[in-house]
């Protein structure tokens, strides 16, 4: 979504709109794995308004994705909420001195007549995804032996631990 700079008042206004999510997937692609998918576009609420020549945009994303559960490797899907907040200066005057990579992604510039939201809100998309992908947080894994998915139950294999630590078993308990 492209805003138009004269177009932005002292008053705060909103727009509602859908921002495509197309462009992330191939983003999340290493190979054959592949931990998330964004499975619709993203549904935008933005709220703007300036002070000078500040713009000032903060908002919500929402939209669905699904997961690759980093312990039994089963899709799921979820729904991704992130908020954001963005101060943007013109690359002009006092700010153009300044080096904004240290200000944590909330300060950024703009130069021109416009300002496009949508790389902002792609990497805060991005950045919100969990870093360990989880089905549910009581999620068993998958058996080490052989394979099977613990969600599902139990498996046949013998609980067998490592045989360096088997003399400890015999170990008597003193209470």
Request: hydrophobic content about 35%; proline content about 6%; overall charge negative.
């Amino acid at each position: 979504m492209r805003l138009r700079i004269r177009d932005i008042e002292e008053t705060p206004k909103e727009l509602v709109y859908d921002e495509p999510t197309s462009e992330l997937n191939p983003l999340l692609t290493h190979g054959p794995v592949r931990d998330f998918t964004f499975v619709a576009p993203a549904n935008v609420h933005l709220d703007y308004y300036r002070s000078g020549q500040e713009i000032f945009l903060q908002g919500e994303v929402r939209t669905e994705v699904v997961g690759q559960c980093a312990r039994c490797l089963e899709e799921f899907q979820f729904s991704h909420e992130p908020r954001f907040s963005f101060i943007m200066v013109p690359h002009q005057g006092r700010w153009a001195r300044e080096d904004l990579s240290g200000g944590g992604g909330d300060l950024n510039w703009y130069e021109g007549e416009e300002i496009d939201t949508s790389p902002l809100l792609r990497e805060r998309m991005l950045l919100a995804l969990p870093t360990l992908p989880l089905c549910r947080d009581d999620c068993r894994g998958l058996c080490a032996q052989c394979g099977r998915n613990l969600n599902a139950g139990s498996c046949e294999c013998s609980a067998v631990g490592d045989p360096r630590l088997a003399v400890l078993g015999s170990l008597k308990r003193s209470s």
